[in-house]
């Protein structure tokens, strides 16, 4: 269900997206706030209404590729973004594990917590393999269960460390300290490098 189109399409066209906090979250901003190339080339898969991006090209950043499996929401993007930044962002209506290429950093934003456990392995491999060397994922996880079936989709970061420790050097894995207030004490922000 959750590699599904119409499932996600739907979510957006009833405006089921409660991950969505309508803005860049705090961790993000203040991850991207200290990165000084404007040029590195960055990848943001399960985009959603892309606010990281909008907060990337404001600083200037020129080589974005967004990525999701709703093609009505590529449509959107397009309408939003194209007129000012074509050029600067690239849009891909796709499955991400279909996608190819090599990045410097791949941010992480409500992604992997939509995907079913079961595919938490590949996310891992494919992340490694889209990056260049010495490339970055970064962002946030949840550090936290949920009561309910389907995403979003809780762990622990003992758990994700069993992930990501054989394709990355975990450079940084711990608990938000500027997490939104609803929140708080419920993410870990991650900062892994290729190995």
Same mark, same amino acid.
């Given at each position: 269900?959750?590699?599904?189109?119409?499932?996600?399409?739907?979510?957006?066209?009833?405006?089921?997206?409660?991950?969505?906090?309508?803005?860049? *979250?705090? +961790? /993000?901003?203040?991850?991207? =706030?200290?990165? *000084?190339?404007?040029?590195?080339?960055?990848? #943001?898969?399960?985009?959603?209404?892309? &606010?990281?991006?909008?907060? /990337?090209?404001? !600083?200037?950043?020129?080589? #974005?590729?967004?990525?999701?499996?709703?093609?009505?929401?590529?449509?959107?993007?397009?309408?939003?973004?194209?007129?000012?930044?074509?050029?600067?962002?690239?849009?891909? &209506?796709? =499955? @991400? @594990? =279909?996608?190819?290429?090599?990045? =410097?950093?791949?941010?992480?934003?409500? @992604? $992997?917590?939509? /995907?079913? +456990?079961? $595919?938490?392995?590949?996310?891992?491999?494919?992340?490694?393999? /889209?990056?260049?060397?010495?490339?970055?994922?970064?962002?946030?996880? @949840?550090?936290?269960? $949920?009561? &309910?079936?389907?995403? +979003?989709?809780?762990?622990?970061?003992?758990?994700?460390?069993?992930?990501?420790?054989?394709? $990355?050097?975990?450079?940084?894995?711990?608990?938000?300290?500027?997490?939104?207030?609803?929140?708080?004490? *419920?993410?870990?922000?991650?900062?892994?490098?290729? !190995?």
């Amino acid at each position: 269900m959750e590699l599904n189109e119409a499932y996600w399409t739907q979510r957006y066209l009833n405006q089921q997206t409660g991950w969505d906090v309508g803005q860049i *979250s705090t +961790p /993000l901003k203040t991850y991207i =706030d200290q990165l *000084s190339d404007t040029n590195i080339k960055i990848l #943001i898969p399960g985009c959603g209404n892309a &606010h990281e991006a909008a907060y /990337l090209l404001h !600083k200037g950043f020129t080589n #974005i590729t967004l990525v999701d499996i709703s093609g009505v929401l590529i449509q959107q993007l397009k309408q939003q973004f194209y007129p000012t930044y074509q050029g600067k962002l690239h849009l891909v &209506h796709g =499955d @991400f @594990f =279909d996608l190819s290429g090599s990045y =410097d950093l791949i941010i992480e934003q409500t @992604f $992997f917590c939509a /995907l079913d +456990p079961k $595919f938490r392995h590949n996310y891992a491999r494919k992340m490694g393999s /889209l990056l260049g060397k010495n490339g970055k994922l970064a962002g946030v996880l @949840f550090n936290r269960q $949920f009561g &309910h079936e389907g995403p +979003p989709y809780g762990g622990s970061q003992e758990e994700y460390v069993e992930y990501f420790q054989d394709e $990355f050097e975990l450079r940084y894995f711990e608990e938000c300290y500027n997490s939104i207030p609803p929140r708080s004490g *419920s993410e870990i922000f991650i900062c892994l490098i290729k !190995k």
